[in-house]
């Protein structure tokens, strides 16, 4: 018998522990959709993506030009935050001119929780209901931020795969 952290020797054979993996038996297409494609099949939104150390008058500026909700925060190529409209009203409304002029760094919701491309969008739906994030960053392999899935753009994709009654 092999441990599982002794790789084989030349005389032994490698049991596949996987080698009789049944794959699942989805009930609808909506469940299969969920499991098995991909975040990138989502087509994340494009994001708009700014420094850690932007003023947070000039992220309300944007957030309000651009009529987004959530805008992702940057430090050094790396997601370290989000800015949305919720932190507006939590921590900036009442206190905008003791803080308009600080890095949006001090006022973001920090180590925002994201997906990668190759998750599920199940993955994303979990995030959205446990954590009660309305928008969830798409990151690549690399870190890189590719996107950012809505609310909208998940429910189109549950209404695009959800079989007719």
Same mark, same amino acid.
């Given at each position: 018998?092999?441990?599982?952290?002794?790789?084989?020797?030349? $005389?032994?054979?490698?049991?596949?522990? =996987? +080698?009789?993996? $049944?794959?699942?038996?989805?009930?609808?297409?909506?469940?299969?959709?969920?499991?098995?494609?991909?975040?990138? &099949? =989502?087509?994340?939104?494009?994001?708009?993506?700014?420094?850690?150390? @932007?003023?947070?008058?000039?992220?309300?500026?944007?957030?309000? !030009?651009?009529? !987004?909700?959530?805008? =992702?925060? +940057?430090?050094?190529?790396?997601?370290?935050?989000?800015? @949305?409209?919720? $932190?507006?009203? #939590? *921590?900036?409304?009442?206190?905008? &001119?003791?803080?308009? #002029?600080?890095?949006?760094?001090?006022?973001? @919701?920090?180590?925002?929780?994201?997906? *990668?491309?190759?998750?599920?969008?199940?993955?994303?739906?979990?995030?959205?209901?446990?954590?009660?994030?309305?928008?969830?960053?798409?990151?690549?392999?690399?870190?890189?931020?590719?996107?950012?899935?809505?609310?909208?753009?998940?429910? &189109?994709?549950?209404?695009? !795969?959800?079989?007719?009654?």
């Amino acid at each position: 018998m092999t441990s599982s952290n002794v790789p084989p020797t030349s $005389d032994q054979k490698f049991e596949d522990p =996987l +080698e009789n993996y $049944d794959p699942p038996n989805y009930e609808d297409p909506l469940e299969a959709a969920l499991d098995s494609r991909a975040v990138s &099949e =989502l087509q994340a939104q494009p994001c708009e993506i700014i420094s850690a150390d @932007t003023t947070v008058a000039d992220a309300v500026g944007q957030l309000a !030009h651009l009529h !987004h909700a959530s805008l =992702l925060i +940057e430090r050094d190529g790396k997601l370290v935050g989000m800015f @949305t409209d919720r $932190d507006l009203l #939590d *921590r900036v409304v009442l206190e905008y &001119e003791a803080c308009k #002029d600080q890095p949006v760094s001090s006022v973001m @919701t920090s180590d925002p929780v994201y997906v *990668r491309e190759t998750d599920s969008p199940a993955a994303v739906l979990a995030i959205m209901a446990v954590s009660g994030f309305r928008h969830v960053p798409v990151l690549a392999g690399d870190g890189a931020i590719t996107g950012i899935v809505s609310p909208r753009r998940i429910t &189109e994709f549950l209404l695009e !795969h959800s079989s007719p009654e």
